[in-house]
């Protein structure tokens, strides 16, 4: 029989109330919907207190007793060293029952995944599904878009030829070497939106060729696996509306994230006061809905600027409703007039597509994963030369959305249509039988 063995650091919390990420969700849903096929085995290695999924194979590593969302940047490195180990080892201690002949690793992380040197030299295929580009994350975030991240792999790469990359720190070495070897042993690799791909091909090319990583990367988009609201959530909905005071000539703008500094949630409340001081929504009732909780490395001190950010608007209303889960995320998604994704780096955007399912229009800043899955009648794309100039840039395309309500009504129309046509169902069986494919 084959055998997968899904190697996730995030999966094993409780998702209706962690606040881990798309790329926990995803591993959540490639588990649930792999484990229903009794052809073949599957065993998954993940960091959590919780079986993902009833009667699943699963295995608990490098257990952090506090969790994972609130730990800082060194904390979080020594986590990925420690599941990096213990996960290795794991899979290398049971060769003889996951033999390299009949069994896939999927690595579901990159800097959090096991050492890929190490299992493919023991003859392990291994696919990896890339939730972030770390390379490209930590230029955004870190370096402010200074250099290209293809040339920072290849300042990575010339000084790893030179033997001078041992003087990197070790929260370096988990973003360039980690991705390094990710690319390099990896012998199929799930990105979800060619733009990634297109980055990918940039900085590694020339590692693995142009034309061996070409045929290596598989573009497959998430999709959606929301439920459509029942009763129950249209009455949460109306509850909302008479709480919050939501009226007919009320405008809802909605975002939903982790709070965290790549979301630019700081941007999107900078360009409502922009808006505010300009006289441009004068008179007019909005409000604001910023749905999520900080976590991660600079999540607390993030969600601090957040909110001092939204106590300096006047006219706006600004609510901040925690972490949703599922079926209050539906109940929320009904209050909506238009759903914001203001990212500075999103390498899909999950939110983005379940608020397209939910009938929301969409305005987002031109990331990644967006442009595959946004269709010019449904929202509308920002380009941000850079963040400084992303506030005016929303603030306009705001004023342009929100003065025509029908027009936003039927590109919300548009959205549910285009997302309704991605189902989860389908990008998970394309990267199991992409996993399942490499065992000979």
């Not at 291994?126 to 040339?151: Q, T």
């Not at 990197?168 to 690799?189: A, G």
């Not at 142009?210 to 988009?221: A, D, G, H």
Request: hydrophobic share 45%; net charge neutral; charged share 25%.
């Amino acid at each position: 029989m084959k055998r997968l063995v899904f190697v996730a650091s995030h999966v094993g919390y409780p998702m209706d109330r962690t606040p881990l990420g798309g790329g926990a969700m995803v591993g959540l849903q490639l588990v649930k919907h792999w484990k229903t096929d009794p052809s073949w085995s599957l065993t998954v290695l993940g960091s959590g207190p919780e079986t993902p999924v009833g009667g699943c194979d699963y295995h608990r590593l490098a257990e952090r007793p506090e969790g994972l969302v609130d730990l800082g940047e060194m904390d979080y490195a020594r986590f990925c060293r420690d599941f990096e180990t213990e996960t290795t080892e794991w899979i290398l201690e049971r060769a003889d029952r996951y033999r390299p002949q009949d069994t896939v690793i999927v690595v579901n992380d990159v800097s959090e995944g096991p050492a890929l040197a190490r299992l493919a030299e023991a003859g392990y295929p291994i696919l990896s599904i890339w939730h972030v580009d770390v390379v490209d994350y930590f230029n955004k975030l870190y370096l402010r878009r200074i250099v290209a991240p293809e040339r920072l792999t290849r300042l990575h790469e010339r000084m790893r030829s030179l033997g001078f990359d041992w003087i990197l720190p070790d929260v370096l070495n988990l973003v360039f070497e980690k991705q390094r070897e990710t690319v390099y042993h990896s012998q199929r690799m799930i990105v979800p939106s060619r733009a990634m791909a297109d980055t990918l091909m940039r900085c590694y090319g020339e590692l693995v060729g142009y034309e061996e990583l070409s045929r290596r990367i598989v573009v497959v988009p998430w999709g959606v696996w929301a439920d459509a609201p029942g009763p129950a959530d249209e009455n949460r909905a109306a509850e909302l509306r008479e709480y919050h005071e939501i009226n007919d000539d009320t405008t809802v703008l909605m975002t939903l994230s982790r709070i965290s500094p790549e979301k630019g949630v700081h941007l999107l409340l900078e360009a409502l006061r922009l808006l505010e001081v300009n006289g441009k929504i004068a008179g007019k009732d909005i409000r604001l809905f910023i749905c999520g909780e900080p976590a991660f490395m600079m999540g607390q001190a993030y969600g601090r600027k957040v909110r001092a950010a939204a106590a300096k608007l006047k006219q706006v209303k600004v609510i901040f409703p925690g972490y949703l889960d599922a079926a209050a995320k539906r109940a929320y998604f009904q209050l909506g007039n238009l759903f914001i994704s203001p990212s500075i780096h999103e390498s899909y955007g999950l939110n983005v597509v379940e608020a397209m399912h939910a009938g929301l229009p969409v305005l987002a800043s031109d990331h990644y994963g967006v442009r595959d899955t946004l269709p010019p009648d449904a929202g509308r794309l920002v380009h941000y030369p850079t963040p400084k100039k992303a506030p005016p840039l929303l603030a306009a395309a705001l004023v342009e959305m929100l003065a025509d309500r029908a027009k936003l009504k039927r590109m919300g129309d548009a959205a549910r249509e285009a997302a309704s046509a991605m189902p989860f169902s389908a990008a998970a069986d394309a990267v199991r039988l992409a996993a399942l494919g490499l065992i000979k």
